[in-house]
Every structure is written in structure tokens, then in C-alpha cells.
């Protein structure tokens, strides 16, 4: 295995444990994470650290601030309701737009997208691609909408809300619902049903929001923000 490659396993590593300390709590908001230390726990050099925590720092788990180095960012429940009402208003427009345009070749993209998302689900594949594979399958759905700046807008908004996704989909039962619910939405838009898909979309996100909010709210010990 070539240099590039190692550092590449072991930062993935790093990564993937630091962030399912960061969402499930065991890393608290503010707590610095000092790559020396860090480097030291996982018997790796600093290199693969620094590349996980710049890699979480794009996923909007760590801040990088002047003094400090990284620390891990506070998860706010505040912001969970209007980032998921935004999406639902949004998405839902966009999706109503698309399915009057969808082709067979748009439903059949689709269709292979959500197939991939079970197949990482039964294997138990990283939480990345459960993530990605979520954000594909909704931007496939609203693909047919041509509709270039409010896909921007969607996809400015899904990755604000990632973390918040990676958090409902590692420590709720949402990923069974949402293979249930994605399953269900392509079948309204193969039969052209804009009324029954734009309901189950709205419910789909703002359910996903809900729960997320519950759960950061138990973290947090019952303490409202």
C-alpha cells in the first residue's frame, strides 16, 4: 500500500471515531482537540489527524479558531426547526416542478441510487455514504425541475443540515424510515402523483428535523435551548 493510501486509512479512521464522539456527546462543545494527543491515542503521526479534523471541520463538527487549534462546535437544537422547515418549503416546490418533467431515465437514475442506499445500509457501511447516498437520491428527485438556484439554495441547506442527518441516522431508527419513505416518495413520482409526493417529502424532512431535535435535547440532559 502506497504512503498516500495509508494516510489516507488512517485518517478515515480518526475521522470516523472522532465524529461519533462529537455526536453522540462523549466530545463536548468547546472541548479542544489537540492533534498531538490525539495522534497519540490512535498511534498515528499528525498528519492523518490533521486531515480527519479538517475533514470534519468541512462537515461543520470542528472549528479551527486563532490560540485554541480545533474544537469540536456545538450542535444547537435552535437551529435544527428553521433549517428543516426551510428544506421542506423549498424541496417540496422543487420536487412538485420536477415530477412534470421526470422521464423514465430520471426515475431509473433514481431508482439506482436508492438501491445503492439500501446496499450500504445492510452492509453497515460508514455513515458517509448513507449521508451522500440521502443527498443523491433527493437531488436526482429534483434534477428534472431545472431549476439551477433553488438547487443551490437545497444544496447550501443539506449541508448545513448533514451533521445534524449523520446524527439522526448513527443514534435514531430514522434510517429504516427513510429507506421506507425514499422507497414510497419514487413510487409517487413514477406515478406522477405531485399531491401524494410533495405530503411525503414535507413529513419526511420535517420528521428527520423532529426527531434530531429530541435527541440532541436528551444529550443535552433534558436542557432546552
Not at 433527493?138 to 442527518?165: F, G, T
Amino acid at each position: 500500500m502506497s504512503t498516500a493510501a495509508v494516510y489516507k486509512t488512517r485518517t478515515q479512521m480518526v475521522a470516523d471515531i472522532l465524529r461519533k464522539k462529537i455526536l453522540s456527546g462523549e466530545i463536548v462543545a468547546g472541548e479542544p482537540l489537540r492533534q498531538d494527543a490525539i495522534a497519540k491515542e490512535f498511534n498515528v503521526s499528525r498528519i492523518p489527524v490533521r486531515e480527519a479534523l479538517l475533514q470534519l471541520e468541512a462537515q461543520g463538527l470542528v472549528c479551527f479558531e486563532p490560540h485554541k487549534g480545533a474544537t469540536a462546535t456545538e450542535l444547537r437544537p435552535s437551529e435544527i426547526r428553521e433549517l428543516f422547515e426551510l428544506r421542506a418549503l423549498i424541496e417540496c416546490h422543487v420536487l412538485e416542478q420536477a415530477i412534470d418533467n421526470m422521464t423514465d431515465l430520471d426515475l431509473a437514475a433514481a431508482e439506482k441510487i436508492l438501491k445503492a442506499f439500501e446496499e450500504a445500509v445492510e452492509s453497515g457501511d460508514q455513515v458517509e455514504s448513507w449521508s451522500e447516498l440521502n443527498y443523491e437520491l433527493h437531488a436526482a428527485l429534483y434534477h428534472p425541475a431545472n431549476l439551477p438556484q433553488a438547487m443551490e439554495v437545497v444544496r447550501s441547506l443539506n449541508i448545513k443540515s448533514d451533521r445534524y442527518i449523520r446524527l439522526q441516522l448513527l443514534f435514531t431508527t430514522g434510517i429504516e424510515k427513510a429507506e421506507r419513505e425514499h422507497a414510497d416518495l419514487l413510487e409517487f413520482c413514477r406515478q406522477r402523483n405531485k399531491k401524494a409526493a410533495s405530503a411525503l417529502l414535507k413529513k419526511h424532512i420535517l420528521e428527520a428535523g423532529q426527531a434530531i431535535h429530541d435527541l440532541l435535547i436528551e444529550q443535552a440532559g433534558g436542557a432546552s435551548h
